[in-house]
């Protein structure tokens, strides 16, 4: 557990005391792809830390239909978890395991604790919220002012970087999910790509043929 607990960016900052109180309350749990990790209907979690995997953080209406704003990926912490602890969130979201995904979690009461008597801890989680929203606006602009062809390139080039392959496992659903629009939107999309011979497509995977004419969908 230390050695987890040791790659908090704040852990230098806690004192003996609160060292000891976060050894003894904090949790590592693991979660399986789309298994829920928070939602608004729930008791809050508290601060969620990725060890390994990624969780995505989306909205969800009263009609069921889901926005995804962003992922949050190993080794970054996310505050949208302790909304009781922090009254400035005062929007509802939920959070998914969108692999296998092992979290640190500290407990919502340790965390207000925390918060309550150490000022560096204070400034850290303000931080770290300013940036979620920064993300957040980010994609919130990307759905307003930005073309299905944009937001699809910009996915399918971010993707090939982080899997460092040309070659994608990954379903037109999961892709609706993530570019927040429809399925068949999608796949009209991924077949004019692949009519003007950017991409291949085959079952539950996509391949990208020109890496230069996708980069200009996405950057132009």
Known sequence: MEMNLEKLPFWDK?????????????????FATDE???????QCVGLVYV??????????????????????????????AASCVL???????????????????IPAATLA??????IYIRCYMYETSTRLFSDVMWTIQQILFFSVDKRLASFLVEEAEKSNS??????????????NTAREVVARMLKRFS??????????KIIILDKESIEDIAFR
């Not at 969780?55 to 080794?75: A, D, Q």
């Not at 604790?113 to 150490?118: K, L, P, T, V």
């Not at 040309?166 to 570019?179: D, G, K, R, V, Y």
């Not at 009519?195 to 539950?204: H, M, P, V």
């Open 87 to 105: 009254s400035q969130i005062t929007f509802h979201s939920e959070l998914i395991a969108a692999e296998e995904t092992e979290l640190l979690i």
């Open 51 to 80: 060890l390994s995997g990624n969780m995505r953080l989306f909205l969800l209406s009263e009609e069921g239909k889901e926005v995804t704003l962003l992922h949050i990926r190993e080794n970054n912490s996310c505050v949208l």
């Open 36 to 42: 829920l990790i928070h939602t608004c209907t729930k």
């Open 14 to 30: 806690l004192t003996g005391n609160e060292k000891t109180l976060v050894k003894s309350t904090a949790q590592i749990r693991k």
């Open 195 to 204: 009519n003007d011979g950017i991409i291949k497509l085959q079952r539950g």
């Open 166 to 179: 040309s070659e994608l496992c990954i379903t037109q659903e999961n892709i609706a999910t993530e570019i």
């Open 113 to 118: 604790q925390i918060i309550r008597d150490n």
